[in-house]
């Protein structure tokens, strides 16, 4: 069974930093590939990023490219996203998913996890 649990969220100012930990299994990492996505209030769930354990791949949304960044630590079978020069924009329910593949191309999410609140506010 494949287990995503997020954590990580809070109320950070323009231009700080987060750091978010999607906790997972062994199992979860090396048959899966880890998405993260989020909704915004009022508006439509989208991709922010993609990682592969499998092949390295990792993926971005436009939005967030050259701020956030993905990588998995095998020791702690946990997937981080690190977000800096957060803007307002960036304030959403942040989900660590999963699917059955080996790269993040196509990736489509299978599995969620419950979220987690990022606001970006001064």
């Known amino acids: 069974q494949v287990q995503l649990v997020e954590s990580g969220g809070g109320l950070v100012q323009p231009g700080g930093s987060l750091r978010l930990s999607c906790a997972t299994s062994?199992?979860?990492?090396?048959?899966?590939?880890i998405g993260w996505f989020r909704q915004a209030p009022g508006k439509e769930r989208e991709g922010v990023s993609c990682?592969?354990?499998?092949?390295?791949?990792?993926d971005y949304a436009d939005s967030v490219k050259g701020r956030f960044t993905a990588s998995v630590d095998n020791a702690k079978d946990t997937v981080y996203l690190q977000m800096n020069s957060l803007k307002p924009e960036d304030t959403a329910v942040y989900y660590c998913?999963?699917?059955?593949?080996?790269?993040?191309?196509?990736?489509?999410?299978?599995?969620w996890g419950r979220g987690t609140q990022v606001t970006v506010s001064s």
């Open positions: 998913t999963a699917d059955r593949t080996r790269t993040c191309s196509g990736y489509v999410p299978a599995y």
């Open positions: 062994k199992f979860t990492l090396d048959y899966h590939t």
């Open positions: 990682i592969s354990n499998s092949d390295g791949s990792t």
